[in-house]
């Protein structure tokens, strides 16, 4: 304990020799959490993870922490101090969470039965990667200003986040990083394509390091314009550019933290029949596999989870690989990306990405999920008995190979038995359609009377078919926390078309917060640029030039 970091008996960085990272497809190791959040991806193509899950051998003594108390402890596990000292951490944390509204910043509500709801939009853009980015912003911001100590004018180093985004990540991202030391960011949204209150609360953030793209085009194109702009020698050679999409360590870190938060809730709240050491299931509404990847985790540290119940929207392809141990772009059994299109009247873009009720779940592949492959193929090598650095090595061929072959044939498997196996231990999967979303917004608006964003009503269906499970299975029943990822005055169509007929509904007193008010009447900085990605890095580099000569 000497280095005096003890909170309520838990002194998190005596027990962690330093944390060193690797990569899923073998190709690189040993890397600083430092490397890894400015990197984002490593260079053979593959995601980070830590060499080790730390256990948490205190975890029960966290119980009656705050939830910036906790967030340190759960991170002190993996930064090591030598990295971030203790009290620069602290600081770190208190002051991402600090932008939050309510105060346990992921409350705990209860919905109905054993359905109980993590609240996650109480950030500034009301929805869960708040969670993650408002850290994520002050951690570059904290790296940059510590790189360019001493550092003056053009030999500071300057990070340029350029990113493509549908509508959360992109306000998310750009309220983690408005003001930023060191730090521009540009965000590019297809042009009249997102939901009108996700635009303005893009384009209404007038800071000098924010800037707004409108594209003239679709979200493939920006996604397009940005990969172009990442592999092109003119503007990287100017340029730092950085990224702030899911696959960053830190995101998945940072939402480690409620779902220990959210078990330590339960017992609070229920104290007479849930006790520290029961186990909790997790419904996760999931698209890119980051938030529920986030809760393996905490599980792995020592959190007791029966099941992860991962909810997909009709963008299924973690649910086919649950049912058939294959991972593929196209199904090859049940509705087809093409079959129901004309019948549902589904618009579907080229390469079968739906779009449905919940668009932020709307992904033809995970990408985090290399990640949980990694650690279910190590898993396997190990059951092999030889040391541990074959076993590192043979998962990281066996992810590489595998996702060579989604890049080569659009998809692999079906994969071993043990290794399917092993998933299935640890996680279910449910599909839900559109019309099953808004029915569970309208069922639980007219049973409890709480108005669910279309996200987190594809958790709460899934949920309750969980609970179902339980039930016929004629086991106890275990507490069920389902993630509520968004608030749903973000996605009005979608809870308006689910609600319009209900009696005494009204959106405007029922749904929107007054932060939304008036928001269409503020000032706006965006600029129209065409679906041209060299007219898009002239403008990057321009804006990036003025702003570091303090022109504005
Ligand atoms: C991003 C997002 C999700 C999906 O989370 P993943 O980490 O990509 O699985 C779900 N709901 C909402 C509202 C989101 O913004």
Not at 56 to 70: G, I, M
Not at 210 to 221: E, I, Y
């Amino acid at each position: 304990m000497s280095n005096g970091v003890v909170t309520n008996g838990v002194s998190s960085h005596a027990q962690t020799p330093s944390q060193r990272y690797l990569s899923t497809r073998g190709g690189d190791s040993g890397l600083s959490f430092e490397e890894v959040v400015l990197k984002g991806l490593a260079s053979d193509g593959g995601l980070y993870i830590p060499e080790a899950i730390p256990e948490a051998t205190q975890w029960q003594s966290w119980k009656d922490l705050s939830f910036v108390d906790l967030a340190f402890n759960v991170l002190s596990l993996y930064i090591s101090p030598s990295e971030i000292p203790a009290e620069d951490l602290k600081d770190l944390i208190r002051r991402s969470y600090a932008t939050f509204r309510a105060e346990d910043i992921t409350p705990l509500v209860h919905l109905q039965d054993s359905i109980h709801l993590l609240e996650l939009f109480h950030g500034p853009t009301f929805a869960f990667k708040d969670v993650a980015l408002q850290f994520l912003g002050n951690l570059f911001e904290y790296f940059l200003v510590r790189r360019n100590e001493g550092k003056t004018g053009r030999d500071r180093y300057h990070l340029t986040v350029v990113g493509a985004t549908s509508g959360d990540t992109g306000s998310a991202a750009i309220y983690g990083l408005r003001g930023k030391k060191d730090v521009s960011v540009f965000m590019l949204h297809p042009k009249g394509r997102v939901s009108p209150i996700q635009e303005l609360q893009m384009t209404t953030v007038l800071d000098p390091n924010v800037h707004n793209l409108a594209v003239t085009g679709n979200f493939d194109n920006c996604q397009d314009i940005v990969k172009a702009l990442f592999a092109d020698p003119d503007i990287n050679s100017t340029l730092k550019l950085g990224a702030v999409n899911s696959i960053n360590w830190a995101r998945i870190l940072a939402q480690t933290v409620y779902y220990f938060y959210s078990y330590f809730s339960l017992a609070r709240q229920q104290p007479e029949s849930f006790k520290i050491g029961d186990k909790v299931r997790f419904s996760v509404p999931s698209g890119n596999f980051g938030d529920i990847l986030a809760g393996y985790f905490a599980h792995r540290m020592g959190l007791p989870v029966d099941k992860f119940v991962i909810a997909t929207n009709e963008n299924d392809i973690l649910d086919r690989f649950w049912k058939t141990g294959k991972y593929e772009k196209k199904p090859t059994y049940g509705p087809s990306a093409e079959g129901g299109l004309a019948a549902d009247g589904v618009k579907a873009h080229e390469d079968g990405v739906k779009e449905t009720l919940s668009p932020a779940m709307d992904i033809l592949v995970s990408s985090n999920f290399e990640r949980l492959l990694w650690f279910l193929a190590y898993e396997f090598a190990s059951s092999a008995g030889m040391d541990d650095e074959w076993n590192k090595k043979q998962a990281g061929q066996e992810v590489s190979a595998w996702l060579s072959d989604l890049k080569t044939k659009g998809g692999f498997g079906p994969v071993y038995q043990d290794v399917l196996e092993a998933a299935r231990r640890t996680f279910e999967s449910e599909r839900v359609s559109d019309q099953e979303t808004l029915d569970t917004i309208q069922s639980l608006y007219k049973e409890v009377g709480y108005v669910l964003d279309p996200h987190t009503a594809v958790g709460v269906e899934a949920a309750r078919r969980s609970v179902r499970r339980v039930v016929e299975s004629g086991m106890p029943m275990v507490p069920h926390i389902s993630l509520s990822t968004a608030h749903p005055a973000k996605f009005a169509g979608a809870v308006t078309l689910a609600l319009k007929d209900e009696e005494g509904f009204e959106f405007n007193s029922k749904v929107l917060p007054p932060e939304f008010v008036g928001l269409d009447q503020k000032e706006k900085r965006v600029k129209d640029v065409p679906n041209e990605w060299q007219a898009v890095r002239d403008l990057v580099k321009a804006e990036v030039e003025e702003e570091l000569k303090g022109a504005r």
